[in-house]
């Protein structure tokens, strides 16, 4: 087995690439051996900027041996190996192949990547550009990479490649797309012409040749020689041509900046953006290892730290989520800061506990669907990244805020769940419920796989335009699903709804609204127009009111909230943007009905009482259970500055006797009652994170 598959991994990179006298090379093992890693990302290349010069990517600042290098340097690589070896740390070389300096790229102008109006990229960074992999650039990043496989490196890691929002243009693009289609590159901003989606799959394609074409090079030098590339995480890869599921197929691992954290962060997608990107990763990755980058800088605020719970948090939803973390950019100037020692916490418990993070499996009975084929086609807004811009949509049915907005209600109910893409569809039987936060571009073949899990029994809950598309955009007569959900289309979508209400019929005794005793529930901000065939509807919409000051609105007749049998299975479904409005507004009535669906149409497999604020997931290694609970007493909001805990909390779990409890981080047994539906395990004390091992699970 190869060792990037036979044990937890624990990156740690010391951003040296800015500052390579920032720290001596002794006292950097030291610190990621002292940190906990077994892995680290190496710099042996200066992307600082010199002079008039910007940062990147330039041949004079290599500092190993190759002959691509304008300048002689001290080779930092020869000299940093044996020193981390003898660590037991793991090297892999950080290779940046898309921020290349102004200078190296004026000296190389056919490499440069273009926009639509032929002026090659000059803003990376705010002041860098970039070379395209499929101009010669490609053979001599080829060069530079049998340099460095002379070494005993364990792994080379490449930031990026990539395409932007708008390129590529350079002739080596125009020339390849016209021996691939006949016809000439279309304009990447409109997404209106009909090859628009040739273009987006061309440079997929392109990226997914580049990275086997590197893979192979690095192979037949030495097959022990681990290769991953910066992936995408939870956004449309239109923009930057990054498919996961393609780009996994030839490399070894998956990794993304999920733990990536800017600017203003109580935005909703913040909260759980760790814990996202290491669910849907973890998916993607089809049996190999998957990572997400947590960055302890507060970007874009680059040498500013995050306090120690902020990356406490960041770190416990990525290994509660089945991925390997890898902390990125810890900068010389911070290495003695106070906010790192948590760091060397998590490395003691990983590395004290393999079992209970290495080559599980998770337990969860709920799946959430992340549309990635909606945000190819629907609506969608584009996150902040290091790549990209935030682009928001205006308008109803936002893929992304509808995604999030669900995520959000969903760790709310205390449920564990997974995050799936479309082509894990093949497996959902082992699924008790499927999520569809306004999956608007389902293929035909996907409905079918739904329609049958839920004839076979699973239970569905979806929302708003789901299914009302095909896979390329195009509005469909009908839902394809109309008749799972119960309803039929009487109309397009309306709103926005700024001051309504959804309101149940009088009298109402669905489960479904346990807890909700409003008569005036806020509305969610968009409704798409349904009508009753077989469903039941459990909340209508009132009339649309002219001003928040008006006389009370009448119910209507047009359903919000409609449940319907199909099956054996039980479907749930909103003609609305609920998830949408819970990522703005959390009302709590939103919470306790997505926390009623789950408890209606799953088994949680675990319950707790008076502890609102803490997440769970689950994950088992063989017959043995691995609890995973994060305290959030701060509330839904970033950054954190304390977490408070909470002590003796009863871990209730229906129908196991188990037979031992341990509290991972510190190896303390835990005090068990045996009642008569099942077990109670008592947590004496959560801090930030606890990992519970539990014996004597079945099922």
């Given at each position: 087995m190869a060792w990037w598959q036979d044990q937890p991994l624990r990156m740690i990179e010391v951003c040296e690439t800015l500052n390579l006298n920032g720290i001596s090379l002794e006292e950097q093992a030291r610190l990621v051996a002292r940190l906990g890693g077994n892995v680290q990302h190496f710099h042996c290349m200066d992307h600082s900027a010199h002079g008039d010069d910007s940062g990147g990517m330039n041949d004079d600042g290599f500092y190993f041996s190759t002959d691509l290098s304008r300048l002689q340097h001290p080779d930092r690589l020869a000299a940093y190996l044996p020193l981390a070896h003898a660590g037991?740390?793991?090297?892999?070389?950080?290779?940046?192949?898309?921020?290349?300096?102004?200078?190296?790229?004026?000296?190389?102008?056919?490499?440069?990547?273009?926009?639509?109006?032929?002026?090659?990229?000059?803003?990376?960074?705010?002041?860098?550009?970039?070379?395209?992999?499929?101009?010669p650039y490609r053979d001599w990043v080829f060069r530079m990479l049998r340099d460095l496989c002379r070494y005993e490196i364990d792994g080379i890691f490449y930031d990026g490649p990539l395409f932007f929002g708008n390129t590529c243009y350079c002739e080596a693009c125009r020339r390849l797309f016209r021996e691939r289609t006949g016809q000439d590159l279309p304009l990447k901003s409109d997404r209106r012409n009909p090859l628009w989606r040739e273009m987006i799959a061309f440079q997929v394609a392109s990226l997914k040749r580049f990275l086997a074409d590197s893979d192979a090079v690095i192979k037949t030098a030495n097959p022990e020689i681990a290769f991953y590339d910066n992936s995408n995480g939870l956004s449309?890869?239109?923009?930057?041509?990054?498919?996961?599921?393609?780009?996994?197929?030839?490399?070894?691992?998956?990794?993304?900046?999920?733990?990536?954290?800017?600017?203003?962060?109580?935005?909703?997608?913040?909260?759980?953006?760790?814990?996202?990107?290491?669910?849907?990763?973890?998916?993607?990755?089809?049996?190999?290892?998957?990572?997400?980058?947590?960055?302890?800088?507060?970007?874009?605020?680059?040498?500013?730290?995050?306090?120690?719970?902020?990356?406490?948090?960041?770190?416990?939803?990525?290994?509660?989520?089945?991925?390997?973390?890898?902390?990125?950019?810890?900068?010389?100037e911070n290495i003695h800061s106070p906010s790192l020692e948590v760091l060397a916490d998590y490395g003691r418990l990983v590395q004290n506990h393999p079992q209970a993070f290495h080559g599980t499996t998770s337990a969860a009975r709920v799946a959430l669907l992340w549309p990635a084929l909606s945000a190819e086609s629907y609506p969608s807004s584009i996150p902040v990244t290091d790549f990209t811009q935030q682009a928001e949509t205006e308008g109803a049915g936002d893929v992304f805020r509808e995604f999030h907005g669900l995520y959000h209600a969903l760790a709310s109910s205390q449920a564990p769940f997974d995050v799936i893409d479309e082509q894990a569809f093949d497996d959902i039987s082992r699924y008790q419920l499927l999520v569809l936060p306004n999956s608007g571009c389902l293929p035909a073949s996907a409905s079918v796989q739904i329609r049958e899990f839920v004839r076979q029994g699973g239970n569905l809950f979806a929302t708003f335009e789901t299914s009302r598309y095909d896979e390329y955009g195009t509005r469909l007569a009908e839902f394809r699903m109309a008749d799972l959900f119960g309803v039929r289309s009487a109309g397009g979508s309306f709103g926005p709804m700024r001051w309504d209400y959804i309101s149940p019929p009088v009298p109402s005794s669905s489960p479904l609204l346990d807890g909700i005793d409003s008569a005036f529930i806020p509305s969610p901000t968009y409704g798409t127009q349904v009508a009753l065939e077989d469903g039941q509807a459990v909340l209508y919409f009132r009339e649309r009111m002219r001003g928040r000051i008006d006389s009370v609105p009448a119910l209507s007749t047009q359903p919000c909230?409609?449940?319907?049998?199909?099956?054996?299975?039980?479907?749930?479904?909103?003609?609305?943007?609920?998830?949408?409005?819970?990522?703005?507004?959390?009302?709590?009535?939103?919470?306790?009905?997505?926390?009623?669906?789950?408890?209606?149409?799953?088994?949680?497999?675990?319950?707790?009482?008076?502890a609102p604020w803490v997440e769970v997931s689950m994950r088992r290694n063989g017959q043995t259970c691995y609890l995973h609970l994060i305290n959030q007493t701060t509330g839904p909001r970033r950054p954190m500055i304390a977490v408070q805990p909470l002590f003796n909390l009863p871990l209730h779990l229906p129908g196991q006797m188990i037979i031992g409890a341990t509290a991972l981080q510190d190896d303390r047994p835990l005090t068990i009652q045996l009642d008569a539906d099942g077990s109670t395990v008592i947590l004496d004390r959560l801090d930030?994170?606890?990992?519970?091992e539990l014996e004597g699970w079945v099922g």
């Open positions: 037991g740390i793991r090297v892999v070389v950080y290779v940046n192949v898309h921020w290349i300096s102004r200078e190296f790229g004026a000296r190389h102008p056919a490499w440069r990547q273009l926009k639509e109006n032929g002026d090659p990229v000059a803003e990376l960074y705010n002041t860098a550009t970039s070379f395209c992999i499929n101009t449309p890869y239109w923009p930057r041509g990054q498919n996961n599921r393609e780009a996994i197929q030839v490399t070894d691992l998956l990794a993304a900046e999920g733990g990536y954290m800017y600017e203003d962060l109580n935005q909703a997608i913040y909260l759980y953006k760790a814990g996202v990107t290491a669910k849907l990763l973890s998916t993607q990755a089809a049996g190999k290892p998957s990572g997400v980058f947590i960055t302890t800088e507060h970007g874009p605020w680059t040498f500013a730290m995050h306090q120690q719970c902020e990356i406490s948090h960041l770190l416990a939803q990525t290994l509660a989520g089945g991925a390997n973390y890898f902390i990125s950019a810890i900068f010389p909230l409609v449940v319907n049998r199909f099956g054996r299975g039980t479907v749930v479904y909103c003609a609305a943007t609920l998830g949408e409005t819970v990522m703005h507004l959390r009302f709590p009535e939103y919470l306790t009905l997505v926390r009623n669906i789950v408890e209606q149409l799953s088994a949680p497999p675990v319950q707790i009482e008076g930030d994170y606890a990992v519970v």
